[in-house]
T-cell receptor, first 114, second 118 residues
Framework: AQSVTQLDSQVPVFEEAPVELRCNYS??????LFWYVQYPNQGLQLLLK??????LVESINGFEAEFNKSQTSFHLRKPSVHISDTAEYFC????????????FGTGTSLTVIP | GAVVSQHPSWVICKSGTSVKIECRSL??????MFWYRQFPKQSLMLMAT?????????EQGVEKDKFLINHASLTLSTLTVTSAHPEDSSFYIC??????????????FGEGSRLTVL
């Protein structure tokens, strides 16, 4: 069965500290991976994605994620967080044999503490 | 990037009434749109896949007669919550992907619609 797991439901971290939000998936076929961010009462915004090529992908606001096929992971990292990074983060996966279907993790609530 | 717009952002209605939520792709054509429901502090639950010119495909457990979906054009899909009850109160989000129905391009999401049924 195909699934996405975000191991941490809540992650509090102090401002300017590093953070890692974990995402693991289960699949026997090729995958395409995404991280979305959701601010309160808003839709989801794409943060970054991995489709092919370099396994390390970066966003414009300092986040990066690395696709690790052997560990079936796509963890999100940022070396120094800001207050404005406080939000809900969702890992999403689509698999090559399911066409449109996106699978979302349960989300990780990141709270940056001043 | 591509823009998906939802309207209304907030809606409050009385129990027993029907509410329509619109989802528009503003700068691309979308043969397929997706409707999600999100409960507080939870992930997105796919409700249905809206297909332009044909019937929507509903996920297991989603009542098609309760949640009517119409995808009459390549840029507009509507979700109508019929005879709404307080348990239908939720955050509804639509999404679409530019280009062909298959492939791995990212989903673009609307801003979401907060429905409160009194």
């Amino acid at each position: 069965a195909q699934s996405v797991t975000q191991l941490d439901s809540q992650v509090p971290v102090f401002e300017e500290a590093p953070v890692e939000l974990r995402c693991n998936y289960s699949s026997s076929v090729s995958v395409y991976l995404f991280w979305y961010v959701q601010y309160p009462n808003q839709g989801l915004q794409l943060l970054l994605k991995y489709l092919s090529g370099s396994t390390l992908v970066e966003s414009i606001n300092g986040f990066e994620a690395e696709f690790n096929k052997s560990q079936t992971s796509f963890h999100l990292r940022k070396p120094s967080v800001h207050i404005s990074d406080t939000a809900e983060y969702f890992c999403a996966v689509t698999f090559s044999d399911t066409g449109n279907q996106f699978y979302f993790g349960t989300g990780t609530s990141l709270t940056v503490i001043p | 990037g591509a823009v998906v717009s939802q309207h209304p952002s907030w809606v409050i209605c009385k129990s027993g009434t029907s509410v329509k939520i619109e989802c528009r792709s503003l700068d691309f054509q979308a043969t397929t749109m997706f409707w999600y429901r999100q409960f507080p502090k939870q992930s997105l639950m796919l409700m249905a896949t809206s297909n332009e010119g044909s019937k929507a495909t509903y996920e297991q457990g989603v009542e098609k007669d309760k949640f009517l979906i119409n995808h009459a054009s390549l840029t507009l899909s509507t979700l109508t919550v019929t005879s709404a009850h307080p348990e239908d109160s939720s955050f509804y989000i639509c999404s679409a992907r530019p280009g062909a129905a298959g492939g791995a391009g990212e989903l673009f999401f609307g801003e979401g619609s907060r429905l409160t049924v009194l």
